[in-house]
């Protein structure tokens, strides 16, 4: 079980984008995320018309690793650490500073 999943919302806590808040839109198997509209690079594409790519220079996220971003509590309105809880038989996320279920 992830700590931070699809869906979440994310405080970047380290580098360029610190303090900025986004929707993570992908994870991957090496502990990286794609946050919407965070960490945002230039990648140059070559052009390619069997597949309709146009060549140019294309901007889009990088990978970010899951120790530079903590969850956001809509609650207090700031990031908040993760611990898990026993719910009813069910294993949960829950908020560190409020005791909150994540997203319910």
Do not use: C, W
């Not at 991957?28 to 509209?37: C, H, K, M, N």
């Not at 690079?41 to 120790?67: D, F, L, R, Y």
């Not at 969850?71 to 719910?87: C, G, I, M, W």
């Amino acid at each position: 079980m992830n700590r931070i999943r699809k869906g979440d919302d994310v405080v970047i806590t380290a580098g360029r984008d610190k303090g900025r808040r986004g929707t993570v839109i992908g994870v991957r198997d090496d502990e990286r995320l794609l946050v919407e509209g965070v960490n945002i690079v230039k990648k140059h594409v070559k052009p390619n018309p069997n597949q309709g790519v146009q060549g140019g220079i294309v901007q889009q996220e990088a990978p970010i690793h899951v120790s530079n971003v903590m969850l956001y509590n809509p609650k207090t309105e700031k990031a908040d650490r993760v611990s898990y809880k026993v719910v009813d038989g069910v294993k949960q996320r829950v908020y560190r500073s409020t005791g909150d279920v994540v997203g319910g």
